[in-house]
């Protein structure tokens, strides 16, 4: 591993900079960009003073109004408009400030073998990876940014360190520098081409019918809270959540309480549609799938906030169709891929780095999955092995004690406490165990895995339904598990290591027998220490 220098925090004094030796000469694409002055060092682009100091002023600005009402129920009006300006003044300098002590004290250098970045003032951080270490590139830019042609780098290796050491992020550079180093350090694509020359390696471009599917998302019934949540936290701001409340109450005075909670709750529904379909306008906006020249799939995709994802063929291992519940019921899901060194740190403050597909028609995704994979059929579509009935009782017994255990509860307060819980413990138990008896029954019916080519397919789920197609060279090893009543019903579950996505991929709840052979079969000779073979009979 790469670990970065000691800084001045505590660890020691920083080593000094490393004297140039002439190494190697550097890749394909090396010299697309502008030649490195000096040593080969560079600086950020000059242009984020003026960028932070339009961030600030509108964060400022909108902090003010608040600040403002709040002083003013104290204060003559001139007195709080003078307080809030030049606070509001004082932020933004100091922003700016900062922000001009960063550009100043930050320099970045790509060389032929590594990849370096110096920076702070007080506390001085030196970080270097390897450049045959780096697993990702990847390009974002707010609106501001796009709008002085800016982008944010981020260069990762794809370890798990949790505390950054493992990426470095220039913010900002040059549109044309981020494209110049995305091309050096993953594509390695010759720079007079560019992958809007090669239509043909269009796998996946942006259908605006996909929206439809947004509604029907759980991103829906969040972001309608979250609608709730903010009018009640603005109206404090105000002073004016107990008349917020009120009004409420006189519209619903003579209403029945059951009626009031379904027109609150439909309003709130409302919201978080409209919020969920411009969500994901603002996430989809623009998006292309492509396969570059140089052996990278490259996903594009935002409106106010571009994302540029490159992954490189050679670290997929295999494809994750994800079907959630809303969008499965529609016939559509989203695809993911199990590629190694994604970035998953905080998911780098936007969900879905691993995703190549917004939620489309199943057919579509099985699609895409097979141009994805180079595959003449998608293996997400093959036939899985039915599991044994045992694994449906397993479910039923689950999902029925997850209902009637509350239940029980409700009950025993009613006869103790107040007789009403009695009516609540008989309209949970009367609504809760059919419909857990139905998710149940569909979680079943969902279980399955098998073979298909070169990949092994596992799939399980009914809320957030998961069919994973992952390369069989791709397994690293088996974890076998078997509870106490697992071996009373003759059921096993496999967890498929894997150094790719989420480290590992189970089949949940298979015959003991079946599972093993299935294991046995998708990774040949891994799992033969720990077979016996059929006819071997144990000893009189």
């Avoid at 550009?103 to 007080?122: D, K, S, V």
């Avoid at 059951?258 to 969500?279: D, S």
């Avoid at 396969?291 to 994302?307: D, F, M």
Wanted: with cysteine; charged share 20%; proline share 7%.
């Amino acid at each position: 591993m790469n670990a970065p220098a000691p800084d001045a925090g505590g660890h020691g004094a920083p080593a000094p900079a490393p004297t140039p030796v002439p190494g190697p000469a550097p890749r394909s694409g090396a010299g697309c960009g502008p030649a490195p002055h000096g040593d080969g060092w560079r600086r950020l682009d000059p242009r984020t003073v003026w960028v932070t100091g339009l961030v600030m002023t509108g964060v400022a600005g909108g902090a003010a109004l608040p600040v403002f009402f709040g002083l003013a129920g104290v204060l003559p009006l001139w007195q709080a408009a003078a307080l809030v300006l030049a606070g509001g003044v004082l932020v933004v300098a100091a922003a700016v400030a900062a922000d001009y002590v960063r550009w100043r004290r930050t320099r970045y250098r790509i060389g032929p073998e590594r990849a370096e970045l110096h920076t702070g003032l007080l506390l001085i951080k030196r970080r270097s990876l390897a450049r045959e270490r780096i697993r990702s590139v990847d390009l974002t830019a707010n609106v501001l940014q796009r709008v002085f042609g800016l982008v944010k780098v981020r260069i990762g290796t794809g370890e798990q360190t949790g505390t950054g050491e493992s990426t470095l992020e220039l913010d900002p550079v040059p549109k044309a520098e981020g494209e110049r180093l995305r091309r050096e350090l993953i594509a390695g694509a010759p720079c007079a081409e560019s992958a809007e020359h090669h239509r043909d390696g269009l796998l996946a471009a942006l259908d605006p019918g996909w929206i439809r599917y947004a509604p029907v998302s759980f991103v829906a019934p969040v972001l309608g809270g979250a609608a709730v949540g903010a009018v009640m936290q603005v109206s404090e701001w105000f002073g004016l959540q107990g008349e917020v409340v009120e009004w409420t109450r006189d519209r619903f005075r003579t209403t029945p309480v059951a009626l009031t909670v379904a027109v609150l709750a439909l309003a709130a529904l409302v919201a978080g549609v409209v919020g969920a379909l411009a969500f994901w306008v603002e996430m989809w906006w623009g998006y292309r799938l492509e396969r570059e020249p140089g052996g990278a799939l490259r996903v594009r995709r935002g409106l106010l906030t571009s994302r540029s994802i490159s992954i490189e063929e050679r670290r997929l291992r295999g494809v994750d169709l994800v079907e959630p519940l809303g969008v499965r019921l529609f016939g559509a899901g989203r695809l993911d891929a199990v590629a190694t060194g994604l970035v998953r740190e905080d998911d780098h403050k936007h969900a879905g780095h691993q995703a190549l597909l917004p939620a489309v028609p199943a057919a579509t995704a099985h699609e895409v999955a097979a141009r994805v994979l180079k595959e003449s059929s998608t293996p997400t579509g093959t036939p899985l092995t039915v599991h044994p009935p045992a694994a449906r009782t397993r479910r039923l017994r689950r999902a029925l004690t997850g209902v009637l255990a509350p239940a029980a509860l409700f009950a025993a307060l009613g006869v103790r406490v107040d007789p009403v819980l009695l009516s609540v413990a008989a309209g949970w138990t009367a609504v809760g165990v059919p419909l857990a008896a139905l998710l149940a029954r569909d979680a079943y019916r969902n279980l399955g895995h098998g073979l298909s080519g070169a990949y092994l397919v596992a799939r399980s789920g009914t809320m957030r339904r998961s069919t994973v197609a992952l390369q069989r060279s791709g397994v690293i090893g088996w974890t076998v598990r078997q509870s106490y009543f697992q071996r009373r019903a003759g059921l096993i579950t496999l967890t498929a290591t894997t150094a790719a996505g989420a480290g590992g991929y189970d089949v949940h709840d298979a015959d003991e027998s079946e599972g093993l052979c299935f294991a046995a079969a998708a990774t040949p000779g891994v799992l033969d220490p720990f077979l016996r073979p059929a006819q071997e009979k144990e000893p009189g």
